[in-house]
Every structure is written in structure tokens, then in C-alpha cells.
């Protein structure tokens, strides 16, 4: 049987990854894509305690975040077509019209 | 396992929210004025108000799930005055925007009904689902101008970082959930002080983790990057709402997963929330100084308030709690009336943003002056205004819990914030006008402003009630 730790350690890892990506990518997509990472990073590990646990919470807790992260790709999609429409780019560093 | 019918009673407010929010977007498709979808939102927000009154709402539900009780309460009270004031004030706003659409009022109901599910949260699970249904119309919400560029980056500004957040949050909840076996929030209290868990590094991170994401949803430094381009770029009714719901919402989670949850560990949270507010406030007043823009300059307003609320958190008093209470409710009536006045100075080819358009106002509209005047010295927290009370509560409330340093910290930063409240009365009276500045008007803000005046005045000079209110509120 393959110890908790194992999957802890996956799910830092991908987590970190996550947030690695995210705070050094500049394409929106690419920036969005890392936080599905992050999202399914924390999906690996909150299984994993459920399975350990033997509690089904934490796989009830999986399905909402799975249902919520496709809610929430529709709208960030949306809002990124919505964004290109009037201005064709998908570069975080061009999104300047607010400073200060 | 026999399936057992839950409770319904303490839910009703949230089902009749739930039923309205679906009418409103159903309805959409028949009506083609959209005032009156204003006007109905309005009314079924009056329902659900009555609602909360109903016997047998203040009691838990689906097994410590959902919690109804004096707290989540108040806070709900909050939302749906502050829904009902933005309905009232985006009605002709949306028209000179161009952007009268249904949708509008259906999405401010949904992140309503999210903000009351996160008040009445007993499990990180509900809480996540509430936050995310707030989180997710009102991203929708910030883009909604979509011909305008700066919107729509508002709104993926705004998407980018919460989501970001929520990722946090739901770590924290996972550590939290490994470590305890449980998202139960009274239960993952018992079962740190049963098991000793206090001081485990996994519950210290999941804390941490915690706390950053709600950081983020109050917007409290240093994780408030996306409140200023947010709140300028998003149409200026949803800065109003954005600045008073989901803040709110933030605020009543935090008192409820750290005061519920980890009170075993408070020196921790503590220790954590001690140098956020200090940064929030610093960088909340002293950025706000300079700024041009007014919707900008509110943005970082906001943040310095969501400083001295934390406050509130800190004393973990139930006298800080309610003083914290307090303040989002008279912080709700002020900014909105504040917001109120910008959207007024709104017209068709004139955006009446900018600081210098308020030069003179008090010449050519004098009624709108004073107004705004009243709201910036409530603002700023001079009496006779509500925000001096509500200052004055947090701040006894901080002293009596022991934090007197921590109160001078906040006393200086108000007094510097004066400066920026009060360089736009400056404006408005001491200067004269340089260009004719048409209001819009309409009688649902006419209504609006006079909700938020008489209320910032009545709760300035009689505090007693309110305050009392959200002391018994309080479990």
C-alpha cells in the first residue's frame, strides 16, 4: 500500500508547480491553466485523506471542487474572450490601463 | 439508514433568495423594461428581509451544516441592504452605461444568496460553495461593461487573483480536513483540544493558508493588488457592491472559522493577523493620498477600512466582534452613499471620475455637495457621522481587550486619511467651478441617498440601537 506521505508529497509538489507557474507565466491561459493545477493538486491530497481516513467528506468536498472549477473555467474563458474582442492579446503585461 | 428531512425553517431566507435570483433571470426574457426587474428584485429582497423574521429561523440545520443564528444574522441583514441599495442606484446608471441587461440583477442576487450561505457556513464545504457562488457572479459582474476595456480587465484582474485565493483556501481546508478528519467547524475545534493538535506545524500552515485566502476576499495587504485595479475598472455600482457585500461576507467567515474553529490556537491567528492589519491600514491611507481618480481613491479607503475592522477580529471579544459588526453595517450605509454621489456626477459622454471634476461643486449643485460631504466626514470618522462610532467601538473594544498600541497605530493612520477624505470638500467648496457638471438623476437614487444620509446621521447621533443589535446578535 502506498504510504499517505507518498501522496502529501505529490500534492505539494503539484501545488507548487501551481503556484510557480502562476506567479511566473504572463499568458493568461497559461496563468489560468496553473491555478487548475493548484485546484487538483488539493484534490490529490483531500482523497487521499479520505481514503486514509476512511471519511467520505473529503471526496464529497472533491466533487464540489471539480463541479466549481468547470463553473469557473466557463467564466474565466468568458472573460477572456470577452477581453480579446477588444483588444487581441492574451498577455497579462498588456492589460496596463489601470496604474497607480 | 433511514433518510431524514432536514430542518427547512432556518434556510428560508436563503431558498427565497434562491427562488427570486431564478425568477429574475427567467423573467428577463419576458420583460423588456428593465426597471421593473429592478423594481421586483427590490421587492423580493423585502420578502426575503421578512424571512429572516420568520419562527424557527435562528437554529442550526442539515446536521451543523448550516448555522441560522444571531450573527449570520446581522450579517444578512447587511446584504440585503446592500443589495437593495445598489439595485437602486445602478437603475439609471446602466442606462448611461449602456448596459441595461437583465442578467445584472439576477447576478447581484446569486452573490447575495452566496454572501448569506457564507454567514450561516458551519462547514468548510458550505463555506467554500458560498464563497465561490459570491466569488463567481460578482467576477461576471466587474466585466460587465464588455465594449470597455478597462472593465473587462477589472474583471480578469479580479478573476485571476481570486481564484488564485480560493486554491489557498482550499489547501488550508484540505490540511485542515487531514489533520482533524473533519470539516465540521465545531468539531475540528473539539478535536484539537481532544487530540492536542495546537502548535502542529500542518494546523499552524493550514491557518496560515486560511487566512491568506480570506486576505485576499477582505482585501487586506499585502494581498490587495487586485482591489484597486478591480474597483476602478468594474461599472461603479458594482464598485459600491464589491466594497461592502463581499467584504462583509470576508469578515464573517474570518469571525466564524477562527473564532469557531481555531480557538484553541488564537495566539497563532493572532500573531498573523496583527501585521496585516498594522500593513493594511498603513498602505491603505498612505497610497489613497495620492490618488486622482475617486473610485481609485475609495479602493484604497476600502482597504484601510478592512484594517481597522480586523481590529475587531484581533480582540476576539465578543465586544470586538460586535464592534466589528457594527462597522460593516455603517461602513455599508457611508461608501454606498459615497458611491451614490459619484454615479450621480455619471453622464452620457462625461465619466466624472476624476478628483477634479468635483472642483466647485458645491456652486453648481449644492445639495449633491453636502451630501458628499457628510459621507466623507463619515468616512473619515468625525461626529456627528455614523463612522465616528463606529471607529469609537472598534477602538474601545481593541483598548478594553488590551491592544492600546495597536489603537494608536490606527489613530494616526485616520488622521492621515483625513487628508484625502477631506481634499475633496476642499474641492467641493474652497474652488470654483471649471466645467458645468450635469447630474444624473432618478428617484430610485434620490431614495437611495436618502436611506444612506438620514441613516449615517440617525446611527451618529443615536448609536445605542444598532449597537445593541449587534451585541445580543452575537452568540
Known amino acids: 500500500m502506498v504510504p499517505l506521505n507518498w501522496y502529501l508529497m505529490l500534492s505539494a509538489a503539484?501545488?507548487?508547480?501551481?503556484?510557480?507557474?502562476?506567479?511566473?507565466?504572463?499568458?493568461?491561459?497559461?496563468?489560468?491553466?496553473?491555478?487548475?493545477?493548484?485546484?487538483?493538486?488539493?484534490?490529490?491530497?483531500?482523497?487521499?485523506?479520505?481514503?486514509?481516513?476512511?471519511?467520505?467528506?473529503g471526496q464529497v468536498l472533491v466533487f464540489f471542487i471539480v463541479t466549481v472549477?468547470?463553473?469557473?473555467?466557463?467564466?474565466?474563458?468568458?472573460?477572456?474572450?470577452?477581453?480579446?474582442?477588444?483588444?487581441?492579446?492574451?498577455?497579462?503585461?498588456?492589460?496596463?490601463?489601470?496604474?497607480g | 439508514m433511514p433518510l431524514v428531512m432536514p430542518d427547512l425553517r432556518p434556510i428560508a431566507p436563503e431558498i427565497v433568495m434562491t427562488c427570486l435570483a431564478l425568477f429574475i433571470l427567467v423573467a428577463d426574457v419576458f420583460i423588456r423594461r428593465k426597471e421593473t426587474l429592478a423594481l421586483l428584485s427590490v421587492l423580493g429582497v423585502a420578502v426575503t428581509a421578512f424571512a429572516f423574521a420568520l419562527p424557527g429561523v435562528l437554529n442550526t440545520t442539515f446536521g451543523g451544516m448550516f448555522i441560522s443564528d444571531g450573527y449570520s444574522m446581522f450579517f444578512k441583514i447587511i446584504f440585503a441592504l446592500n443589495v437593495i441599495l445598489t439595485v437602486l442606484i445602478s437603475v439609471k446608471y446602466l442606462d448611461v452605461e449602456k448596459v441595461n441587461f437583465g442578467e445584472y440583477y439576477a447576478l447581484i442576487l446569486f452573490a447575495t444568496l452566496g454572501m448569506m450561505i457564507m454567514a450561516s457556513a458551519g462547514d468548510l464545504i458550505v463555506l467554500y460553495l458560498g464563497l465561490e457562488l459570491m466569488a463567481l457572479s460578482t467576477y461576471v459582474l466587474a466585466g460587465f461593461i464588455r465594449y470597455d476595456m478597462k472593465s473587462n480587465e477589472a474583471a480578469l484582474k479580479y478573476f485571476l487573483l481570486g481564484s488564485f485565493a480560493s486554491a489557498f483556501l482550499l489547501y488550508g481546508i484540505s490540511l485542515a480536513y487531514g489533520l482533524?478528519?473533519?470539516?465540521?467547524?465545531?468539531?475540528?475545534?473539539?478535536?484539537?483540544?481532544?487530540?492536542?493538535?495546537?502548535?502542529?506545524?500542518?494546523?499552524?500552515m493550514s491557518m496560515i493558508l486560511i487566512a491568506v485566502a480570506f486576505s485576499f476576499k477582505i482585501a487586506a495587504v499585502p494581498f490587495h493588488m487586485w482591489a484597486p485595479d478591480a474597483y476602478e475598472g468594474a461599472?461603479?455600482?458594482?464598485?459600491?457592491?464589491?466594497?461592502?457585500?463581499?467584504?462583509?461576507?470576508?469578515?464573517?467567515?474570518?469571525?466564524?472559522?477562527?473564532?469557531?474553529?481555531?480557538?484553541?490556537?488564537?495566539?497563532?491567528?493572532?500573531?498573523?493577523?496583527?501585521?496585516?492589519?498594522?500593513?493594511?491600514?498603513?498602505?491603505?491611507?498612505?497610497?489613497?493620498?495620492?490618488?486622482?481618480?475617486?473610485?481609485?481613491?475609495?479602493?484604497?479607503?476600502?482597504?484601510?477600512?478592512?484594517?481597522?475592522?480586523?481590529?475587531?477580529?484581533?480582540?476576539?471579544?465578543p465586544d470586538g466582534l460586535a464592534s466589528m459588526m457594527n462597522y460593516m453595517l455603517i461602513y455599508a450605509f457611508m461608501n454606498m452613499g459615497a458611491f451614490a454621489v459619484i454615479i450621480m456626477l455619471r453622464s452620457?459622454?462625461?465619466?466624472?471620475?476624476?478628483?477634479?471634476?468635483?472642483?466647485?461643486?458645491?456652486?453648481t449643485h449644492p445639495l449633491a455637495a453636502a451630501l458628499m460631504l457628510v459621507f466623507m466626514f463619515s468616512l473619515t470618522g468625525i461626529p456627528p457621522t455614523a463612522g465616528f462610532m463606529g471607529k469609537f467601538y472598534?477602538?474601545?473594544?481593541?483598548?478594553?481587550?488590551?491592544?492600546?498600541?495597536?489603537?494608536?497605530?490606527?489613530?494616526?493612520?485616520?488622521?492621515?486619511?483625513?487628508?484625502?477624505?477631506?481634499?475633496?470638500?476642499?474641492?467641493?467648496?474652497?474652488?470654483?467651478?471649471?466645467?458645468?457638471?450635469?447630474?444624473?438623476?432618478?428617484?430610485?437614487?434620490?431614495?437611495?441617498?436618502?436611506?444612506?444620509?438620514v441613516a449615517v446621521l440617525a446611527i451618529g447621533m443615536f448609536p445605542a440601537k444598532v449597537v445593541y443589535l449587534a451585541r445580543v446578535a452575537f452568540p
Open chain 2, 180 to 204: 482533524t478528519g473533519t470539516t465540521d467547524l465545531g468539531r475540528i475545534a473539539m478535536t484539537i483540544e481532544q487530540q492536542g493538535l495546537a502548535g502542529k506545524p500542518a494546523l499552524t
Open chain 2, 235 to 317: 461599472p461603479t455600482s458594482i464598485t459600491a457592491f464589491m466594497s461592502v457585500g463581499p467584504k462583509a461576507a470576508g469578515f464573517a467567515v474570518i469571525g466564524r472559522v477562527f473564532l469557531m474553529a481555531f480557538p484553541m490556537v488564537r495566539a497563532e491567528w493572532v500573531t498573523i493577523f496583527i501585521p496585516i492589519a498594522i500593513l493594511t491600514m498603513a498602505v491603505g491611507n498612505i497610497v489613497a493620498l495620492s490618488q486622482t481618480n475617486i473610485k481609485r481613491m475609495l479602493a484604497y479607503s476600502s482597504i484601510a477600512h478592512a484594517g481597522y475592522a480586523l481590529l475587531g477580529i484581533i480582540t476576539g471579544t
Open chain 1, 14 to 57: 503539484v501545488f507548487s508547480i501551481g503556484v510557480f507557474g502562476f506567479l511566473t507565466r504572463r499568458n493568461i491561459i497559461i496563468m489560468f491553466m496553473s491555478v487548475e493545477l493548484m485546484l487538483n493538486a488539493v484534490n490529490i491530497s483531500l482523497v487521499a485523506f479520505s481514503h486514509y481516513l476512511q471519511d467520505l467528506r
Open chain 1, 69 to 99: 472549477a468547470a463553473a469557473e473555467a466557463a467564466i474565466g474563458l468568458a472573460i477572456i474572450i470577452a477581453l480579446f474582442r477588444n483588444k487581441a492579446t492574451a498577455h497579462v503585461d498588456d492589460m496596463n490601463e489601470m496604474k
Open chain 2, 348 to 363: 452620457e459622454g462625461f465619466k466624472g471620475d476624476t478628483i477634479s471634476d468635483y472642483e466647485g461643486l458645491s456652486k
Open chain 2, 394 to 453: 472598534i477602538f474601545m473594544a481593541a483598548i478594553n481587550a488590551g491592544y492600546t498600541w495597536l489603537v494608536i497605530i490606527a489613530v494616526i493612520f485616520s488622521a492621515i486619511s483625513a487628508y484625502f477624505y477631506l481634499r475633496i470638500v476642499m474641492y467641493m467648496y474652497m474652488k470654483d467651478p471649471k466645467e458645468t457638471v450635469t447630474l444624473t438623476t432618478s428617484p430610485s437614487m434620490g431614495l437611495a441617498l436618502a436611506i444612506t444620509t
